[in-house]
């Protein structure tokens, strides 16, 4: 299966080809070639899949790993090397297929929402480099060629982010996303030093071999302020992948991300960045289990609250491109949450299994979402819910492509969602009631926040449309990936995924919790419900529950404040009680020692440079004094 090479090496080539010469082709032509070299890519990607699945990858009933390329990069010591290779997996497989399929219907969809835009070969270019990056980091073999990958990710989008560099809130909001992750990022750069300097490896292979027992011996008995190394280095990979994916309190990049083009949200949103932190957690899931389990419950309460914390804050919102950001916030903290429950004794790591369940249906409503807002937002011109309405009239195609993923992501059988995200809910009553109730509580709130969104759009009473100025559907270009991921949206829940994919590798078959099922589902028809009495129809409504809890709207339309205290914490604690007195130091200690020196060895230079004066007089002068001393010193002492 060395072919897989093709999937990474044809993005990157693409990145090259179109960055370098895309700006002496027609838009079109660059367009099409991007667009055909992502079919390609996905082409392989599914003929890897159907050859691991269904022919080379179990093997006496166990998933195996497969390695059809390993080569050693960088060597430090005999056993501690950097190497560069495929590995393929049953989680990496699957992240190929989702990669693959989202950015490929992310480039059609582009063919038509993007024309016309100045910079469009570039936009390509950067699409490429995104998805090169995005592949290269789940099929990575080691940790640290996972975080190569990482901040390819991390540069690459910030690029996309910024696309429309003309505009101060993009270049902002691409700052933004760079800056909160490369601090995380520095986090997971430190973790990987520790867990490495103590097993003498980086491969992924070894770290989990044996319920992962290089990590708990090598690591054993070492602790630092009351807490093993272990668990500071899990802590510490888990703060890099709390940034990437967005996790409470590090989340305040997402919804600023909406700055870039729409297609680009629904990339980045729904099966690339934001789920590399969960992926990063599930690759290293049995270090994590085995050698800090109270990190995995730190992990599952951290997820738990974010999930809530965002579900509330989307409820209020009126951009439809940040009701998505948020949802997406408190998707990912669900994925975070079953990981956090899961356990391999029980139901075999239900929630591990879950988490990758839900990883993987989430990416295609949720690409679906964001592209139908896209093609929203291209009828409309805009992206507040004010200016819509009604537009079920104009819009057929994007109206039931959007409801299908609607009922999806709030977990309506028979659709994708409910299968997932009952998969989650049972992991958690196993294992935590109060975090159970938690989830279904969100899952309710998300009923209802999307339903509100979908209502406010496409229904809404009496919004009517100026001659001229009516929305119409979107072109076929844009009309095609809608139709393809809304089919994807509907069956991709019936994929047998508990025997694909499974923290022990060998699977069990999953059975629907009718309990979990009715509670999941009952609270999501109350949120579709209430959803329905308060916004199918214009209705004063909405404003008064709004003004009889004033605070608490205000605080969650302001997202809790959370951007204005992070500010407040960067000018006063970060500026003002460490770069200013850092600065001082620098200034005035650092470079006064330096400038000390040179001006004493300035002084002290004019102050003898006269003995060098080339004057014969004053040398012969020098040398009878000298001479003088030193018979003197040589007669009396």
Not at 249 to 266: F, Q, R, Y
Not at 302 to 325: E, H, M, P, S, W
Request: some cysteine.
């Amino acid at each position: 299966m060395e072919y897989t090479l093709l999937i990474i090496l044809i993005p990157f080539l693409l990145f090259l080809l179109l960055g370098l010469l895309g700006g002496k082709m027609k838009p079109g032509i660059a367009g099409v070639i991007g667009t055909s070299g992502m079919f390609l890519c996905t082409v392989l990607a599914y003929i890897t899949a159907y050859k691991y699945f269904f022919q080379a990858g179990k093997i006496n009933g166990v998933w195996s790993e497969i390695i059809p390329l390993n080569f050693t990069w960088m060597r430090f010591t005999e056993n501690l090397h950097i190497d560069l290779g495929i590995l393929l997996d049953p989680i990496s497989v699957m992240m190929l297929v989702v990669i693959t399929t989202v950015s490929l219907m992310v480039h059609v969809y582009s063919l038509g929402y993007m024309k016309g835009e100045t910079g469009f070969q570039r936009y390509y270019s950067f699409l490429s480099l995104f998805s090169f990056s995005m592949l290269g980091l789940v099929v990575a073999t080691n940790i640290f060629q996972m975080y190569i990958f990482w901040e390819l990710v991390g540069v690459s989008s910030y690029s996309l982010i910024g696309f429309c560099y003309t505009k101060p809130s993009a270049v902002a909001a691409s700052k933004k996303a760079f800056i909160v992750t490369r601090f995380a990022d520095l986090g997971f750069l430190i973790g990987i030093l520790i867990l490495s300097y103590y097993t003498g490896t980086f491969d992924f292979g070894t770290l989990t071999a044996d319920n992962a027992s290089l990590v708990t011996t090598s690591m054993a008995g070492g602790t630092f302020m009351g807490l093993s190394l272990a668990t500071w280095a899990m802590v510490l990979i888990f703060m890099g992948g709390a940034g990437k994916s967005a996790m409470f309190p590090l989340h305040i990049w997402l919804p600023d991300a909406m700055e870039g083009p729409t297609p680009v949200s629904a990339l980045i949103h729904a099966a690339t960045m934001v789920v590399a932190g969960v992926y990063l957690v599930a690759r290293l899931f049995p270090v994590y289990y085995f050698t800090a389990p109270e990190v995995l419950e730190m992990i599952a309460w951290i997820g738990t609250f974010t999930a809530l914390f965002a579900a509330i804050i989307a409820i209020t919102q009126t951009d439809i491109k940040r009701v998505l950001a948020f949802s997406t916030i408190s998707q990912i903290a669900y994925m975070m949450v079953a990981l956090g429950v899961s356990k391999y004794d029980g139901h075999d790591g239900l929630g591990y299994m879950a988490s990758m369940f839900h990883l993987f249906t989430h990416a295609f409503f949720k690409a679906l979402l964001f592209l139908g807002a896209g093609s929203v937002i291209h009828a409309v011109h805009s992206n507040e819910m004010a200016q819509m309405g009604n537009l079920r009239k104009y819009m057929p195609v994007t109206h039931i492509t959007f409801l299908i993923a609607c009922l999806a992501i709030a977990g309506i059988y028979p659709f994708s969602g409910f299968f997932s995200k009952d998969e989650i809910l049972a992991a958690a009553l196993e294992n935590n009631p109060t975090i159970f109730w938690t989830l279904w509580l969100v899952a309710g709130l998300t009923a209802f926040y999307m339903f509100r969104l979908y209502f406010r759009i496409f229904w809404n009473g009496n919004k009517e449309y100026k001659e001229g100025h009516k929305p119409h559907e979107s072109p076929l270009s844009m009309a095609v990936p809608l139709i393809i991921l809304a089919v994807f949206s509907i069956f991709s829940g019936f994929v047998p995924f508990s025997e694909l994919i499974n923290a022990d590798g060998i699977g069990f078959h999953m059975h629907i919790n009718i309990t979990v099922a009715s509670l999941s589902v009952g609270v999501a028809i109350i949120g579709i419900a209430v959803a329905t009495l308060l916004y199918l129809k214009d209705s004063e409504k909405p404003a008064q529950m709004a003004k009889s809890m004033s605070g608490l709207y205000k605080a969650t339309l302001n997202k809790f404040y959370m951007d204005e205290i992070w500010m407040w914490f960067t000018k006063t604690v970060v500026f003002k009680g460490i770069c200013i007195p850092v600065a001082w130091f620098d200034r005035h200690i650092v470079d006064g020692t330096m400038n000390g020196i040179a001006w004493s060895t300035q002084k002290i230079s004019v102050s003898i440079k006269d003995l060098q004066s080339g004057q014969i007089r004053f040398y012969s002068w020098v040398f009878v004094l000298g001479s003088i001393v030193i018979a003197i010193l040589v007669l009396f002492l």
